[in-house]
């Protein structure tokens, strides 16, 4: 069976995103179980790799000879996308310029994605402060997936060997999670959860809900009732569907060691009610996805660590083991 081909884009060239591009494209783990190809800029992956010491890429191939090479790639390689001066920026300073060249990978690797070119795609991370100087208004990756690929359905979640969760609201401040629960919602998330763990680990998961407020509302005492009239009656539903479901749990004991041990997935309603124990538990090794797409997707689960940018500081793993997952689930 051939390796599959998985897009992972450079991200912004501002960050750690092409030096942990570059740390891909040569780790053997990777290349035994599948075929990386770099959606980026050439010349600036070779500025990299001169000032960090990493291997420069091997293997260039040109946006004109894409479409007849992918169908037989078997090796790493970069699909050099033109339009960046690899020379006029500076690594670690947030720009319009790299914003915009960050945002041309995603949406060419999306291109690939939708014609059948590759098999999944992995994100290497992107600045929203550089995204929104440019003009380009997207909270993040998981939005723009969602849209380009107009999943009817969609929500971000994150596997690690220490716990799987589920992502309700995403990048939206604390005063507008409440409007933006509903029970419908939670149930989408409920099913894309439950059907992608039953594809990556392979059983039928035990799923946990969260609660939004301190000890789960306790009986309606604090709160609007959110726990009664929203999250129990998604509960519910999904129960009726077959899904293993608990909940709504306290946040604050939801995620303990003993917990962890006897449930596959959690379902959270608010970003950091999952990003907080998770990163915690394994900021290296965690990998973002985003459920629902029409091609799957994957992610690093950090950002683009401008502080620590073209140093050779940059810790590669969760890029590894985004394009790792990635195969799995395009297997």
């Known amino acids: 069976m051939p390796k599959p081909i998985i897009a992972v884009t450079m991200g912004d060239p501002a960050g750690v995103g092409p030096e942990i591009c570059l740390q891909l494209l040569a780790n053997e783990e990777v290349c035994r179980q599948a075929t990386p190809v770099v959606f980026g800029d050439a010349r600036l992956l070779s500025r990299c790799a001169r000032q960090t010491g990493l291997p420069a890429p091997a ?61 999944a795609v992995a994100t290497a991370p992107l600045n929203k402060e550089a995204l929104h100087a440019a003009g380009i208004k997207y909270p993040g990756h998981t939005e723009m997936f969602a849209e380009k690929m107009e999943a009817e359905r969609s929500c971000m979640t994150f596997f690690s060997e220490e716990m799987i969760c589920s992502l309700v609201t995403v990048h939206i401040g604390y005063q507008d999670v409440v409007p933006a629960l509903t029970s419908a919602r939670i149930q989408d998330v409920i099913d894309l959860t439950a059907d992608a763990v039953k594809r990556v680990r392979g059983k039928k998961p035990k799923i946990a809900v969260c609660g939004l407020n301190p000890h789960a509302g306790e009986h309606g005492l604090f709160g609007r009732g959110e726990e009664e009239h929203i999250i129990a009656p998604a509960i519910e539903a999904a129960r009726e569907k077959g899904h293993l479901v608990e909940g709504p749990l306290p946040p604050d004991t939801a995620f303990i060691a003993s917990k962890r041990r006897v449930v596959d997935a959690y379902v959270c309603l608010y970003h950091d009610q999952a990003l907080i124990p998770l990163k915690a538990l394994a900021f290296d090794t965690a990998v973002n996805t985003t459920l629902g797409l029409r091609v799957p997707r994957t992610s690093v689960d950090h950002g683009t660590a401008c502080d620590i940018a073209w140093q050779g500081k940059a810790n590669g793993r969760s890029l590894v083991e985004a394009v790792l997952l990635a195969a799995k689930m395009a297997g």
């Open 59 to 119: 293997r260039i191939i040109s946006e004109i000879g894409w479409e007849e090479k992918c169908g037989s790639l078997d090796e790493p390689a970069v699909l050099d996308i033109y339009g960046f001066d690899a020379e006029d920026f500076t690594p670690g300073r947030v720009s319009a310029k790299t914003g915009a060249a960050g945002y041309r990978y995603v949406e060419r690797s999306i291109e690939a994605a939708l014609a059948g070119q590759v098999a």
